[in-house]
């Protein structure tokens, strides 16, 4: 017998065939291997329970219980089922080959055995065995590892629990704290540009309204008056037979009939541009509301309409900037009670935006060949008996999906640097859902454009009765 110091591993045999036994024996012994055999299935089963085997070759075909049952018993056992098995057959279908295998075999040798075959195989096994052991080795090494790691965390845990806990305290309180210093500086600024608005229009309206006046008024006497005048001259012509030389010269140089027949029309021109020039500083006055602090009642439509008004010069196309088309789709609306110059303020940033969006998109080819021309559309509507919507709508690039949900945070702008603060929408916000109990929504495709959804109650509720407006939003 070897020693153990010479011995490759332990080998269990496996076979009810003498010759067999003795032909693998004797190869395996010469190998250097420690070899015992077993006639049956029964007794392979038997003499594992104290002769620890590196590696068993078992045979298909035995009297009692084959080969196939003997693999699954050794499998199922504990104590045997990481030894490799290698099956010994003369059988050699791909049927019995799988079925082996799907029982636990690691391997097939068929007889007749050759040798060097036999021996290649179980020298391949018995060093993935050994690597198997090693792995078993390093992972209990490692789960004793981790398990003191666990406990070193556990412990540094509960040291960090208190400290996290103060943090976590600390972090609230100056984010609530930043909170309100964000909206803080919103209001200021909206307040401010409130102010400055006010004195703004005021000033204009006060500059503007004069004058305009005068002209307007003495219009009418400046007609009255070119008309006697013209009449005057036409009376003279009709009782004069013969005017001096140097009237009638005057009067063709002149061209006194062209002169009858324009001035008029240049009189009545004037009296439009005034009528218009009283229009816009009244607009302005309707836009802005500054006298109007309280909640009233008005017509949403005539609000929109002012603002458009002030910004009609901005929709007018000109060089490089094609014509901003504006299509109004007016539903039939109750008048809403609100804030009337913060709700024109709103509408004043919506379709602010969405002109600077649209000048954007002055070199896009579909404006050049106006194969899609640049277009705003504003939609009111009324979705509830006691609730509007109002969308405003452009054709511009749009909102890229991950800017989306940042639209109405304080000093986001997606605007070149000064041109846009980034207050436009977060007052607006602020307005909608604040000041009017609504909604203000934003949806948005690249490539596409943008539309904002604005829900407004016809009436502000009083605090204890903000609920029911909650739960009406939710399913519109």
């Known amino acids: ?29 010469a190998a250097g291997f420690q070899v015992a055999v077993a006639l049956d299935g029964e007794t392979a089963l038997e003499q594992v329970q104290y002769y620890q085997a590196d590696l068993i070759i078992l045979d298909v075909m035995m009297p009692g219980i084959d080969g196939f049952e003997t693999c699954k018993r050794l499998k199922a056992n504990p104590l045997t089922r990481d030894i490799p098995i290698i099956f010994a057959t003369a059988l050699s279908d791909t049927t019995n080959k799988v079925t082996g295998l799907s029982v636990g075999a690691v391997d097939y040798v068929t007889k007749p055995f050759q040798c060097e075959e036999v021996l290649a195989r179980i020298q391949i096994h018995l060093k993935l065995r050994n690597l198997d052991k090693i792995l078993e080795t390093q992972n209990l090494l490692l789960k004793q590892e981790i398990q003191q790691r666990k406990i070193a965390e556990s412990l540094l845990q509960k040291l960090n629990q208190e400290l996290e806990q103060r943090v976590s305290y600390r972090t609230i309180e100056l984010s609530e704290a930043l909170q309100k210093l964000e909206q803080t500086q919103v209001q200021l600024v909206h307040n401010e540009k409130m102010s400055s608005l006010g004195r703004l229009v005021a000033g204009v309206a006060h500059e503007i309204n004069n004058p305009v006046n005068f002209i307007y008024g003495n219009l009418n006497y400046a007609m009255e008056y ?43 021109s004037m009296r439009i541009g005034t009528e218009r020039i009283c229009e816009i500083v009244l607009s302005l006055r309707k836009f802005s509301r500054l006298d109007e602090a309280d909640k ?17 010069e901005q929709l007018k196309g000109r060089a490089n900037h094609p014509e901003i088309r504006v299509i109004k789709e007016y539903g039939e609306l109750p008048l809403i009670e609100c804030y009337v110059g913060q709700l024109n ?15 954007e998109q002055n070199s896009r080819p579909y404006l050049v060949n106006n194969a899609e021309p640049a277009t705003i559309q504003i939609r009111t509507q009324r979705v509830h008996q006691d609730w509007v919507k109002i969308c405003i709508a452009d054709n511009g690039s749009g909102i890229p999906a991950d800017l989306q949900p940042k639209v109405f945070d304080p000093f986001f702008t997606t605007k070149p640097v000064g041109k846009g603060t980034g207050l436009g929408l977060s007052i607006s916000h602020q307005i909608i859902v604040e000041k009017h109990q609504g909604q203000l929504l934003c949806h948005s495709e690249l490539g596409k454009g943008t539309e904002f959804v604005i829900n407004l109650p016809c009436k502000i509720k009083h605090d204890h009765q903000q609920k029911q407006n909650l739960e009406i939003l939710q399913t519109i």
């Open 1 to 29: 017998m070897l020693s153990q110091k010479t011995c490759k591993g332990s080998i269990l045999i496996v076979d009810d065939n003498p010759t067999n036994l003795e032909v693998l024996s004797d190869t395996l012994t």
């Open 345 to 359: 303020q709103v509408f004043m940033n919506l379709l602010t935006n969405a002109i600077d969006a649209l000048d």
């Open 226 to 268: 070119n008309q006697c005048l013209l009449t005057l001259l036409e009376l003279c012509q009709e009782n004069f037979s013969s005017l001096p030389s140097e009237i009638q010269l005057y009067l063709k140089k002149v061209d006194f009939d062209y002169l009858k027949q324009d001035m008029p029309k240049l009189l009545s």
């Open 296 to 312: 009233k009642i008005v017509d949403i439509h005539e609000g929109i309409e002012s603002t458009l008004l002030i910004l009609q």
